[in-house]
């Protein structure tokens, strides 16, 4: 676990080393989808994930069934169809999770330009997180990192402002043009 950094100093003219034990070993994966209906309270669904056997078992992300429980899930959440904005992750490109977006009236789905987390609002709750959560934090175990992530989530989730924020960071708009019906 290998803790983010906010601060720190050394004597004038001397670079500032900071070491850590061990090497940075993937555990957790987290999933989060930020939510925008205009005149409603913007939303954060997230789903942590732990990788209890992460040697062993190869897979240290979440797998497209992930993900499309996750759509579920915020699908039912939220009683309303999606309209998902993807970035350019490998699973968010695999082809049954494609299939499975395609065969739900309720998601329309965009995909971000390649190289472009300026226009996906999640990069600034992850931002967020990482500042608020993860900052000059030596974790003691697993356990620990995984409340502190829960817990900086769970109050973003009440803060619609941020949210909100997130997604005015991106300079993308609640309103696109609508096709005119020909």
């Not at 062993?56 to 069934?65: M, Q």
Request: hydrophobic letters at 35%; one cysteine or more.
């Amino acid at each position: 676990m290998t803790p983010p950094t906010s601060r720190t100093w050394a004597r004038r003219g001397h670079t500032p080393v900071i070491r850590v034990r061990g090497r940075s070993q993937r555990r957790f994966s987290i999933a989060a989808l930020t939510c925008y209906k205009p005149g409603e309270r913007s939303r954060l669904i997230f789903r942590p994930k732990r990788h209890p056997d992460h040697k062993h078992s190869g897979r240290r992300s979440f797998t497209w069934t992930d993900y499309r429980d996750l759509l579920i899930a915020a699908h039912r959440q939220l009683g309303a169809p999606l309209v998902l904005i993807w970035d350019n992750l490998n699973v968010h490109l695999d082809a049954r999770l494609r299939t499975f977006i395609d065969s739900c009236d309720w998601i329309v789905s965009f995909q971000l330009p390649p190289y472009a987390p300026d226009l996906n609002p999640v990069e600034g709750i992850w931002s967020l997180v990482r500042r608020a959560g993860q900052n000059n934090i030596a974790f003691t175990d697993p356990d620990h990192l995984m409340r502190a992530l829960r817990r900086t989530l769970r109050a973003t989730q009440y803060r619609s402002d941020v949210i909100d924020g997130c997604l005015a960071a991106t300079g993308l708009t609640f309103t696109t043009p609508r096709p005119k019906a020909q």
